[in-house]
T-cell receptor, first 114, second 110 residues
Framework: DSGVTQTPKHLITATGQRVTLRCSPRSGDLSVYWYQQSLDQGLQFLIQYYNGEERAKGNILERFSAQQFPDLHSELNLSSLELGDSALYFC?????????????FGEGSWLTVV | TQLLEQSPQFLSIQEGENLTVYCNSSSVFSSLQWYRQEPGEGPVLLVT?????EVKKLKRLTFQFGDARKDSSLHITAAQPGDTGLYLC??????????FGAGTQVVVTP
């Protein structure tokens, strides 16, 4: 158990819909990261927040957005869903950001778009 | 575009055999990390290598970072069924914005 909690674990939704994935980082961790894992693209970095502020952006679509709240939990919002958005979405956290910080991954949220 | 190429993509061996997984890039990385991911779980960090030529050992696992910091290898001695999993290498300057390889699926059968 990494200490990073993600909900829901599984989600099936239709194309065009919007979903929200939730993440609670490890206690004391200020940095939250979101990753997408699919068979054809592998594990792709989406976005990082540190203490409520966006710190780095990766291959995140404009239809996707995220935020980190004052209690440090984070949400990833996926809208206008397409079949290709079906993937495993991971949240990860670390104490800080930068060299030397170990990143701990949650168990992921399986999203299936039908 | 994957900056890190892992080989082989799939490896199936018998318990007790040795195996090596490779991670190569045309880019120089300040550090490389190796993760193992099991079904239904997130990746778990195994090791971080930061110095060119560095060798790290974790029980039966040996990790090497190339002198030019463009490649790395993971060697498992006397593999056990518990070593089964997806092995991922990742590199990058900022720990969060890691670039991951596609992974090597290792299956160790009794």
């Amino acid at each position: 158990d990494s200490g990073v909690t993600q909900t829901p674990k599984h989600l099936i939704t239709a194309t065009g819909q919007r979903v929200t994935l939730r993440c609670s980082p490890r206690s004391g961790d200020l940095s939250v990261y979101w990753y997408q894992q699919s068979l054809d693209q592998g594990l792709q970095f989406l976005i990082q927040y540190y203490n409520g502020e966006e710190r780095a952006k990766g291959n995140i679509l404009e239809r996707f957005s995220a935020q980190q709240f004052p209690d440090l939990h984070s949400e990833l919002n996926l809208s206008s869903l397409e079949l290709g958005d079906s993937a495993l979405y991971f949240c990860a956290s670390s104490v800080a950001t930068g060299t030397g910080n170990t990143i701990y991954f949650g168990e992921g949220s399986w999203l299936t778009v039908v | 575009t994957q900056l890190l190429e892992q080989s082989p993509q799939f490896l199936s061996i018998q318990e007790g055999e040795n195996l090596t997984v490779y991670c190569n890039s045309s880019s120089v990385f300040s550090s490389l990390q190796w993760y193992r991911q099991e079904p239904g779980e997130g990746p778990v960090l195994l090791v971080t290598v930061v110095t060119g030529g560095e060798v790290k050992k974790l029980k039966r696992l040996t990790f090497q970072f190339g002198d030019a910091r463009k490649d790395s290898s993971l060697h498992i001695t006397a593999a056990q069924p518990g070593d089964t999993g997806l092995y991922l290498c990742a590199g990058g300057g900022s720990w969060g914005k890691l670039q991951f390889g596609a992974g090597t699926q290792v299956v160790v059968t009794p």
